[in-house]
């Protein structure tokens, strides 16, 4: 967290009025506290208030500053503002504008349908009260009955019941005082007609309605209780908070005796929701009590609304309704709320039904009405991609020559800037271009020569850091060698490893390539050798575990010879092994035929990823071989062998050999010198292409007779 903000005043400000707020509601906690405190707690709710505008308006630079910086941000930013933003507000709020409007429509003309249904119910229990006036004698079963069959030929869904009362009513215009009082809630038989699925048939009348007043409106009933039990071709509404509601009206006949009362129930079934969404383009999908105090009347049956029959074509919109729903038992009122599904295109048709002469005006304002907002649209994609067009042509250059000082600024001078116009910008580009070519000649001079300099250093001080220093001083072994390479840097490399006070590993590499990375890689080698010298006494197992490390971290192209062996003075063994090097040459002291022989053991060089070391595990070879008093031993790199004169012919190994043996009487550092006269001979004036390293090894000869080893020699042969 950055505790800088708070280090200022308006930081401070905000963190002592969160404490005082805190404060100021722990002490409301315990007791009532004074007014005093009141006006403290104000005081700290403004010192909030005023610190978070503070930083309100410090993260408003801040953007400007970071997000703004750019000018095509800017542009684009302001075009967004001015234009874009706008228009979507417009298209929202007539979007918005018309939901509302349908919404309300259908809810004003659902609430009508209602009211109809309403109504349809009253007039068949008028009607009905007055066909029991007039029946005179006639059984009320058969007036009913007839009433029934004339109802159900028209609508569907309407079912009556007839309350026998134990009085008469009085005529609607008396007076209370004149009326008969009804004993309300007695039992009484009741005669039905209809189906009488959704609710039982009343057989008493609420206290409520104990006057004979008339009644009509919703009730609702259901089993709020239950689970509703939901089913494929409907949606329940007799789940937990769901009803379902009827119409039901209620008349009462008057000057006759027995009196009367008609109760006409009128459900919503799938014949009225059929006609309500033919009339009003709206689907009615269930009721929800907004009373909880009303309790519904129980139900029969599941309750179910036809949902899957108002699929209609057109675009859906889900919307509300409140209706007034009565409690049949308490007479308290109360509201439901009624979903809906509206449809567009029907509720559009209903509302636009033409009058005569009117139709094709209509059609022709919907028409231009789709067009004006098609082409609103299309023009407002131009002017979107138009605005960023311009946007980007106006600073592209600009932000390309900012972008080419930061390259400049950075140290990157090989940086152009396209010209992409031919004006004042496109001038200003030619010149930065023009300006950076020169520049960038100097530099690139200079950086070679300094990358000269610096690869000629580091070669030379990774050469001399990998080659031995000082005299091997082992009695009984006489060690020479040179190392003379091609350039300042070279990729050959000898070592010695006193492994004890009798045994001695000798190493002589060569790793493929010239230059730096060969400097490098025999670095890497060096300190590899080293390890695996105390770690392995068998030359073919050091090998093996080289090359399983070298390879995992050579490159590809590149790839080392070498060959490894151990002298043991008491013993008077030597076990070697050669990793594709060239081959050891061997003059043995003594014996009838004296005359250098070639030691070529198999094995295949380092470094290679093919198999996973099998194939040179299963190549390399290691000899053992007895060593005698004054034999000796030449291991050279292929430096040697291979130098040649103008005529592109080798020295070879047969003249290595050939002059080992003439001179091998010589101490091993005149032979060494011998050696190199005669391939300088040989070569003439033709430059040197590869590195030389050789080793002289000799058997026996006196410690006095040891050389300098390694770094004293190549620097003379170099000199």
């Keep these: 967290m950055n505790l800088t903000l708070f280090r200022t005043l308006p930081g401070r400000a905000i963190a002592a009025g969160v404490a005082v707020k805190i404060a100021v509601f722990a002490l409301s906690v315990v007791m009532v506290p004074p007014s005093i405190v009141d006006v403290i707690d104000t005081v700290a709710s403004v010192a909030i208030v005023a610190g978070a505008v503070y930083f309100l308006a410090r993260g408003i630079s801040w953007a400007n500053r970071r997000l703004l910086w750019r000018v095509r941000r800017k542009l684009i930013i302001s075009y967004i503002f001015i234009g874009f933003i706008p228009s979507i507000l417009i298209i929202a709020f007539f979007l918005l504008g018309a939901m509302f409007l349908f919404s309300n429509f259908s809810s004003y003309m659902v609430q009508g349908q209602f009211r109809v249904f309403e109504d349809r119910a009253a007039s068949t229990a008028a009607a009905l009260t007055l066909d029991l006036q007039r029946a005179g004698r006639t059984d009320p079963r058969t007036v009913v009955a007839r009433r029934q069959a004339q109802v159900d030929s028209q609508t569907s869904g309407v079912s009556m019941a007839i309350l026998r009362l134990a009085g008469q ?20 038989a009741a005669i039905t007609s209809g189906a009488w699925s959704h609710v039982d048939p009343p057989r008493s009348l609420p206290e409520w309605l104990g006057d004979c007043r008339p009644f009509e409106g919703l009730v609702p009933y ?12 409907g949606v329940n509404i007799a789940g937990a908070g769901d009803v379902g509601v009827f119409a039901r009206a209620v008349t009462f006949t008057n000057g006759i005796t027995p009196g009367y009362a008609v109760v006409v129930d009128a459900i919503i079934d799938a014949a009225t929701q059929q006609r309500m969404r033919s009339e009003t383009g709206t689907d009615l999908r269930g009721f929800r009590s907004m009373t909880p105090s009303i309790q519904p009347l129980l139900a029969r049956t599941a309750l179910k ?22 409690d049949w038992q308490t007479g308290a009122t109360g509201s439901v709320l009624a979903t809906l599904r509206l449809n567009i295109g029907e509720m559009y048709r209903r509302i636009s039904t033409p009058i005569a002469g009117t139709q094709n005006f209509s059609q022709y304002l919907l028409i231009l009405l789709i067009i ?17 067009t311009l946007a980007r042509s106006i600073t592209g250059s600009v932000h390309e020559l900012f972008a080419g000082t930061e390259r400049i600024r950075h140290g990157d001078f090989t940086h152009k800037i396209a010209i992409r116009a031919q004006d004042q910008l496109g001038e200003l580009a030619q010149s930065f271009n ?9 530099l690139r001079e200079q950086a070679e020569k300094k990358r000269l300099e610096e690869e000629l250093r580091i070669a030379h001080e990774i050469q001399m850091s990998l080659l031995p220093h000082g005299p091997l001083l082992m009695p009984g072994l006489s060690v020479t060698a040179v190392c003379v390479p091609a350039r300042e840097v070279g990729g050959d490399y000898y070592d010695f490893f006193p492994l004890d006070e009798n045994r001695v590993g000798i190493l002589i590499a060569d790793v493929s390539g010239k230059g730096t990375s060969a400097a490098l890689y025999m670095a890497e080698l060096k300190g590899l050798m080293l390890s695996l010298s105390r770690i392995h006494t068998s030359p073919r197992a050091l090998l093996i575990e080289a090359n399983r490390v070298i390879a995992e971290h050579l490159d590809a192209r590149s790839f080392i010879t070498m060959t490894y062996a151990v002298l043991d003075l008491s ?7 050669r990793a594709g090097h060239t081959p050891l040459i061997y003059l043995p002291a003594n014996g009838p035929n004296r005359s250098i022989r070639v030691l070529t053991p198999d094995g295949l060089v380092l470094g290679l990823k093919i198999d996973d070391g099998e194939m040179f595990e299963r190549l390399l070879c ?98």
């Design 571 to 577: 013993k008077r063994v030597m076990t070697y092994a």
């Design 434 to 442: 023009s300006m950076t070519a020169s520049i960038e000649d100097l």
């Design 622 to 719: 290691e000899e053992t071989m007895t060593i005698s008093e004054g034999d000796l031993f030449v291991l050279f790199t292929d430096g040697i062998t291979e130098a040649m004169n103008a005529g592109d012919d080798c020295f070879g190994e047969g003249r290595l050999g050939a002059l080992v043996e003439e001179h091998s009487h010589l101490p091993t550092e005149e032979l060494r010198e011998r050696v190199l006269r005669e391939i300088a001979a040989f070569v003439g004036g033709a430059p040197q292409h590869d590195d030389m390293t050789m080793l002289l090894l000799r058997v026996g000869q006196a410690p006095g007779d040891a050389g300098m080893v390694g770094e004293g020699v190549a620097a003379e042969a170099r000199a």
């Design 305 to 326: 609304l036809d949902a899957d029959g108002g699929a209609v074509n057109g675009l859906p919109l889900n919307a509300i309704t409140f209706l007034e729903q009565r």
């Design 222 to 233: 259901g089993a709020p209780a239950a689970t509703g039990q939901g089913g494929t071709q």
């Design 372 to 388: 004006i907002g098609v082409l609103f649209l299309i023009i407002q994609g131009f002017a979107i991609i138009l605005g960023l």
């Design 169 to 188: 009513c009085g005529d609607a215009g008396a007076s209370a005082a004149d009326r008969v009082k009804l004993p309300a809630g007695v039992e009484t």
